[in-house]
């Protein structure tokens, strides 16, 4: 690994962090029908083991940076809507493919809240971008009263734009230097604590293969987690970041070899087609930006 660029390096942790974010959806699925807040907290009960042990180990303050607690919060309240929105829509649409798509609208959202709230400029090309990319969510959503599946399709959008907003205050945060490991061990901590509650008093029992995959949900998780801020660290976002749209690509495969030979209608693949061509010219786009910026 110390023999390739930082580029190389940002485009494997991507790669591996889109491959356990595929797993995480797969696992979820496999652990069957049980409360969504049940899976969310074991989700989080992992990653916060996870982050506490980092922290630990590498002796970092357990404490925000000055300034940073009520956007810590404000990321929480976010993240965990958007993780229950895509954790709806992963275990009740047919394809979890789908559900992996709209969650991947939250690079759009992300874009449209940070020029709201950090006063961020989007250029024309930009919002192109983001209404191409909201057309491509509706063929995957398929907007109708016939659709069966339009309830946990919303969802899945609005888990995307739970995790736009959460992206944004983290963002923010490390704008102000905020320790992105402490960033992921307040959410986990958060987390846990809000739906520890539902299990004190609606725990549903689970068989050992049940549990087993919700413990890989977790672990899975904190690899995506822990994969993305390391790809960050090593090149920026808009050298690596559509990489991150592999992420389908695994999930596709796995929902039809695990899941029931899972093979998405052609509207939706057309919406995946749209949303991925907006990406890689987001991705483009950024690219010579940058580049004109430092001739």
């Known amino acids: 690994m110390n ?19 595929s797993g995480m ?25 996870i ?11 357990i404490r925000p940076q000055k300034g940073c607690l009520k956007y810590h919060i404000l990321r929480s309240t976010a993240g965990i809507l958007g993780v229950f929105g895509n954790f709806y829509a992963t275990t009740h649409m047919s394809h979890t493919a789908d559900a992996a798509m709209l969650n991947k609208m939250s690079p759009f959202f992300t874009l449209i809240f940070s020029a709201i709230f950090l006063r961020e400029k989007v250029k024309p090309k930009q919002a192109l971008a ?26 899945g959008f609005f888990g995307g734009l739970g995790a736009g907003a959460a992206y944004t205050c983290v963002r923010h945060m490390g704008n102000k230097g905020e320790n992105s490991h402490f960033t992921v061990f307040f959410f986990s901590a958060f ?10 008093f609606f725990y549903q029992p689970m068989s050992a293969r049940q549990f087993v995959y919700l413990l890989l ?55 995946y087609i749209l949303i991925c061509l907006m990406a890689v010219w987001m991705f483009f786009y950024n690219k010579k930006e940058h580049t004109l910026k430092n001739v």
């Open 217 to 271: 949900v977790g672990v899975c998780a904190a690899g995506g987690q822990y994969g993305i801020t390391a790809a960050y660290t090593f090149a920026p976002s808009r050298e690596i970041s559509v990489y991150d749209y592999s992420n389908i690509i695994f999930t596709a495969i796995e929902g039809y070899l695990f899941l029931g030979h899972q093979i998405p209608d052609i509207l939706s693949i057309v919406g």
């Open 3 to 21: 023999k390739l660029n930082d580029k190389t390096k940002g485009i494997l942790c991507i790669l591996f962090s889109a491959f356990c974010f």
């Open 130 to 155: 983001i209404i191409g990319a909201f057309i491509g969510a509706m063929f995957v959503i398929k907007p109708s009263f016939d659709n069966t599946e339009l309830l946990p399709s919303l969802s």
């Open 191 to 200: 987390s846990v604590a809000v739906t520890a509650p539902y299990l004190v």
């Open 25 to 49: 959806s797969s696992f979820i699925n496999l652990s069957g029908d049980l409360p969504i807040a049940q899976k969310v907290f074991f989700r989080n009960l992992v990653a916060l083991f």
């Open 51 to 61: 982050a506490s042990s980092v922290l630990l180990k590498n002796n970092e303050k």
